[in-house]
């Protein structure tokens, strides 16, 4: 399945942007998937992974700010962000996800990302 992610942008602290991520196969709905993301000098980390019933969970740097969906019919994903900090500056990536929010890996390659900066 290859995926494309959209939507990041340049936003100042406190604001919104929701990102998108498109598959290319109707298998898609088959697959737990997540959102992650990649800030400079950093290791990647998963940010919100969602089930393929759509049960979610969140690390806790973004819990209370962060939204993940997905639309299995339209084989896609959202992630809605909101009240950004700087600290949410980063990479951000969708791929297929299997563990945990600690111990994760993904089935997919990785695809060019959607580059989220906050200023402050």
């Known amino acids: 399945v290859q995926l494309v992610e959209s939507g990041g942008g340049l936003v100042q602290a406190g604001g919104s942007l929701r990102l998108s991520c498109a598959a290319s196969?109707?298998?898609?709905?088959?697959?737990?998937m997540g959102w992650f993301r990649q800030a400079p000098g950093k290791q990647r980390e998963l940010v919100a992974p969602i089930t393929t019933g759509g049960n979610t969970n969140y690390v806790d740097s973004v819990k209370g700010r962060v939204n993940i969906s997905r639309d299995n019919a339209e084989n896609t994903m959202f992630l809605q962000m909101n009240s950004l900090k700087p600290t949410d500056t980063a990479l951000y990536y969708c791929?297929?996800?299997?563990?945990?929010?600690?111990?994760?890996?993904?089935?997919?390659?990785w695809g060019q990302g959607t580059q989220v900066t906050v200023s402050s």
């Open positions: 196969e109707s298998t898609y709905s088959q697959y737990a």
């Open positions: 791929n297929t996800h299997r563990g945990s929010l600690n111990r994760w890996g993904v089935l997919g390659t």
